[in-house]
């Protein structure tokens, strides 16, 4: 019996606090890693996001190693003890290989070595991964595990609060890294403080390892049984193999192919792999959710970047976080209950359903904002044209005549000036508030808040510090960006719609569907959706775009209509199943009590071990 409060057992508030404190150390980390990348690796744009992905897609592969480490061989409880520590090791290789002093022999506040910090970063991020993936589907899956039967309510609350404190902790992390970052420290030189932006998310990770080890006493613990998974692998070879033998149409057909395992593997085994092939194949679509979800930390970023509004740039990282906070509630409290009082079936599969239908409304809702942003944006010449930029300096207008042949984009600027004899040159800063032109004594001086994403260009006269500062004429070649960013508002709540309905659900159904001993093996298949949907953001962004950015957001959403049409189809002819009950009815069936199922179990191992003994001498023999 575990101790309960309120109906929930209170080894669930040891295994929050846990979640909390690990995804702020790992959305603390990843909110400073392309910054670090950039800024202290000095590597370009393209490396920086292309390894940021990968990094990505890295922490939701590892959950299947995490898993098999789990249901196969330590069980949930000490694979999350030993990923966490090579987790925290990960973390804390990772801040040390920011500090710029450890190699900055000559003291300019650049590292001298890069080999150094770039091998210790990377061998910090590969642990980091292999750590969160790892542990990943096992606590979603070891706090499923501390519910009973009768808890099946408060079971669906815990993941929904597991989303909150997922959320809350990668809301406060955004928040926070990049502040940290912004200080300056350093032994030699002061620069800025990437040790304090990683340590603290290592030192979360410390707190998360402690706290989960502080409720051990009263964690209910599920032994692994077995190497369930060479078990599977071995159950799904013979059922092929064995189909294969008796292809010809004299054999009489099987249920289900798996069934043709039969003849050599426990009927128990075989229902549980029939269950999770059932949902493995349902999850075959779902990688398209998160291409279109993951684009938000790219695409829709860049998108921002062509949009005006300062303040709002901040709210833009966090907005995911702080409705999912507002979402999951109103939707646990009001929505859904109100859904099932107007007498409507809205099963898990249908909310997956609609989620992806909000997502691809996302993506129709951020094509409507490029459309926008694409009127502001000037006209840059397409490689079949060039642009010609004739600044005029004479005194009275000219006209230009170009063969109508020519495809040229024309800028006229109607500038007249006294002189020209210039040296040409580009100033491209960030922030501009104020400038000033000093020659000798003199100065003209120019304050005033130019506009982002503007390009302006200073033609100064060569009488300029003899005659006066009014002589310089400005032009404004690009205007400042002028959409808001706030209308990037709808497309981030209705993705998150989307995610509240999607992948919370997702979640709560791996769990449910899942037989006892391969809950976490689940867990892990439903987070390598997310990891193909960002491999699949790799591939589109490599393989060429379409020529508007609209159109691909189109694209995008086009595509998840039809998957979310295919999966709806698949989810029709999908039944809701209680892995426990078909588990008692196989047992009931073969008419074994469940220690004796278990007895006859590691019998089959060891007669399929004397086996491969006997081959082994019977070839010795030969
Ligand atoms: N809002 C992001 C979020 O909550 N992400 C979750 C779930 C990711 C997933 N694939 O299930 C997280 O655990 O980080």
């Not at 966090?318 to 999951?328: K, R």
């Not at 005033?448 to 002589?471: H, N, Q, W």
């Not at 899942?514 to 591939?539: F, Y």
């Amino acid at each position: 019996m575990t101790a309960e409060c309120c109906g929930y057992p209170i080894s669930i508030f040891f295994i929050v606090v846990n979640e909390f404190c690990e995804r702020f150390s790992y959305y603390g980390m990843r909110a400073v890693l392309v910054l670090y990348f950039r800024y202290f690796l000095l590597w370009d744009d393209d490396l920086a996001t292309s390894i940021y992905h990968a990094f990505v897609a890295l922490c939701y592969l590892t959950p299947i190693l995490g898993a098999i480490i789990a249901d196969s061989w330590l069980g949930k409880f000490k694979t999350i003890i030993y990923l966490s520590i090579v987790y925290a090791i990960g973390q804390v290789t990772m801040a040390i290989s920011t500090i710029h002093d450890i190699t900055d022999a000559n003291r300019d506040g650049t590292p001298d070595n890069f080999t150094f910090h770039i091998a210790l970063s990377m061998l910090g991020l590969i642990l980091i991964a292999l750590g969160t993936g790892g542990i990943k589907p096992c606590v979603a899956a070891f706090g499923g595990d501390q519910f009973q039967e009768h808890q099946s309510r408060q079971l669906n609350t815990f993941f929904s609060v597991f989303y909150l404190c997922i959320n809350a902790g990668s809301l406060l992390s955004t928040l926070i890294t990049p502040v940290l970052r912004a200080q300056e420290c350093g032994i030699h030189t002061q620069q800025q403080c990437y040790p304090l932006a990683f340590g603290v998310p290592a030192v979360l990770m410390v707190i998360s390892l402690v706290v989960f080890i502080a409720g051990s006493g009263m964690y209910v613990k599920t032994d692994p049984e077995g190497n369930i998974m060479w078990s599977v692998c071995k159950c799904i070879g013979f059922a092929i193999k064995n189909r294969f033998r008796h292809r010809s149409s004299s054999y009489p057909k099987r249920e289900h192919w798996m069934d043709w395992a039969n003849e050599k593997y426990d009927k128990l085994l075989i229902a549980q792999i029939k269950m999770v092939l059932k949902v493995l194949f349902l999850y075959i679509p779902l990688p398209m959710f998160w291409t279109l979800f993951d684009q938000k930390g790219s695409r829709w970023t860049l998108q921002a970047t062509t949009m005006s509004g300062d303040f709002v740039s901040i709210l833009i990282s966090t907005v995911n976080p702080i409705l999912i906070l507002t979402l999951v509630p109103i939707m646990d409290r009001l929505i859904f209950p109100l859904i099932q009082k107007c007498g409507l079936n809205f099963s898990p599969l249908k909310r997956m359903t609609v989620g992806m239908l909000f997502a691809a409304m996302a993506f129709v809702s951020a094509a409507l904002v490029q459309i926008e942003i694409d009127k502001t944006l000037p006209n840059f010449p397409s490689s079949s044209e060039s642009q010609l930029k004739v600044v005029n300096t004479y005194s009275t207008t000219l006209n230009v005549t170009i063969s109508p042949n020519e495809h040229l984009l024309i800028e006229s600027f109607g500038v007249q000036l006294h002189t020209s004899k210039h040296t040409y040159s580009t100033i491209s800063c960030m922030f501009v508030n104020d400038f000033s032109l000093i020659h000798g004594e003199q100065w003209c001086e120019f304050s005033r808040k130019f506009g982002f994403g503007a390009s302006y260009t200073f033609l100064i006269p060569s009488t300029v510090f003899s005659d006066d500062c009014e002589s310089i004429t400005e032009v404004e070649d690009m205007k400042p960006n002028s959409v808001h960013m706030a209308l990037q508002i709808p497309q981030y709540f209705l993705i998150t719609t989307g995610e509240v309905m999607f992948s919370v659900t997702g979640l709560q159904f791996s769990y449910s569907q899942a037989p006892k001993n391969m809950k976490s093996v689940l867990q892990a298949g439903w987070l390598c959706t997310n990891a193909v949907g960002n491999i699949i953001v790799l591939i589109v962004a490599e393989l060429g775009k379409l020529p508007k950015q609209w159109a691909e957001y189109l694209l995008f959403a086009s595509l998840l209509v039809a998957v979310s049409i295919i999966f709806s189809i698949m989810a029709y002819f999908y039944t809701y199943i209680d892995p426990a009950e078909i588990e008692a009815q196989v047992r009931k069936e073969q008419g074994l009590e469940p220690e004796e199922m278990e007895k006859e179990t590691l019998e089959m191992e060891e007669k399929d071990e004397d086996q491969k003994n006997e081959q082994g001498v019977k070839q010795t023999k030969i």
